[in-house]
């Protein structure tokens, strides 16, 4: 008899357990629907008057967003991204990338974000129109823009690790 009801109570789990794994939401936000912007609006996202980083999200979801930037100076503070991976794709310009290594004087500016004075140890390349970077979670990295006469623009797809 005791075997029956064993028997029993798991052909009941088999039976229960997948309704209740499809009706568990795999995120807490669903996906955003479609989404359409003109070529002129994106680059009005970031072409505005003034010096420094100009950024903007027009994607933001607890577990992605899409960021276009543009940098036109020298001056940006080095940076970590504890929990997000950067897929970027650069649109205009040309840079020096400083990544790995360790950020000197690193400090939190925000839950899962370090800033420092600069970098120690790491290494330099120079990122042209075209090229792809993937930089991981964890990894000290910074852009310096060649000439402040250039702007340099960019895509990246940030995705929570």
């Known amino acids: 008899m005791r075997f029956y009801k064993i028997a029993a109570s798991l052909f009941a789990v088999a039976l229960l357990t997948p309704g209740a794994f499809a009706q568990t939401p795999l995120r807490a936000r669903p996906p955003e629907a479609f989404k359409f912007i003109p070529a002129k609006e994106v680059e009005a996202l970031t072409d505005k008057p003034g010096a420094g980083v100009k950024t ?72 042209r129109t075209g090229d792809f970077l993937q930089i991981p979670a964890g990894m000290p990295h910074l852009f310096e823009v060649k000439s402040p006469t250039v702007k340099f623009r960019y895509v990246v797809f940030n995705a929570r690790q």
């Open 56 to 127: 903007s999200f027009p994607v933001d979801h607890e577990d992605y967003d899409v960021e276009y930037a543009q940098r036109t100076d020298k001056g940006n503070e080095p940076e970590v991204h504890t929990y997000r991976t950067h897929y970027i794709h650069v649109l205009s310009g040309e840079s020096i990338l400083t990544y790995g290594g360790t950020v000197t004087n690193a400090r939190e500016s925000a839950p899962g974000q370090i800033r420092g004075d600069g970098i120690s140890g790491g290494t330099s390349i120079t990122v």
